[in-house]
């Protein structure tokens, strides 16, 4: 049996006019899932021409200053992140 967690989808469309040739065009986010049936989602929006990026919406780190661990979206920037020296030097 496959585990349930929680992914978040990346949906880009090809664009010339940015320099990395993609742009985001939505982020979903979606209940707690198993991974087929988030590639069975991401499936989907690839066959409409979409490229997809599938990510596990929370993730797991390290406070730098308690040593504990603690649950943050992927996407959290660096520098606001209990997990990064700049974080704390602020």
Excluded at 17 to 23: C, F, Q, T
Aim: glycine content about 4%; overall charge negative.
């Amino acid at each position: 049996m496959s585990r349930l967690v929680e992914y978040t989808l990346e949906i880009y469309r090809a664009d010339r006019r940015i320099k990395e040739g993609r742009r985001l065009v939505d982020t979903q986010d979606f209940a707690p899932s198993t991974r087929d049936g988030i590639e069975a989602v991401a499936a989907a929006q690839r066959e409409q021409g979409f490229e997809v990026e599938i990510h596990e919406t929370y993730v797991t780190r390290t406070n730098r200053i308690s040593g504990q661990e603690f649950q943050e979206r992927y996407d959290t920037p660096y520098s606001c992140s209990p997990s990064s020296e700049t974080y704390w030097s602020m």
